[in-house]
């Protein structure tokens, strides 16, 4: 098990970067401090963080060298007003709050009568996340049936999303 240091909240300013040669990229800002000096680890950190007060939850991401960022989702820059190019204020804080998703009784109910419930919750947070969002943004009730009932057998057959 990784032990962090919290180092507490650390608040900064920085511009949301984003790679405009591919289309539809990730947006992100850039962790300016030295990650394995605060937190005690060269890779991933969990957090929680808020740009421009909108709250974030996920991690900073070692990209290579010393350089850590996280993604400024798509929701959050919409709140906000902003987009690439833009200075936003951020802080972020180590995140030691267990992750788990909580998915709607509907897919909890299908995960259970198929027998994937266990499996689903082996499963890491950010896949968890991947299945409920899937989910939740599905525009019809048919829609939404499918995917749940796509779900259980893609958690059957060990498979993720992306």
Known sequence: MVQYRDPGPIAFD????RNTEVAN???WVEFPF????LFGVKGR???TAS????????????MGGDAHLFPVLKEIREKIGKQAGDTVSVTVQLDTAPRTVELAPDARAALETSGQAAAFDALAYSHQREYERWIEEA???????SRI???TTMVAEGKRLK
């Open 45 to 47: 950190v969990p957090i």
């Open 14 to 17: 920085a511009v949301i970067l």
């Open 139 to 145: 525009k019809r009730p048919e829609t939404r049936a």
């Open 34 to 37: 030295a990650v394995f000096e």
């Open 51 to 62: 740009v421009d007060g909108e709250p974030y939850r996920g991690s900073l991401a070692n």
């Open 25 to 27: 990229s990730s947006a």
């Open 149 to 151: 009932e796509k779900m």
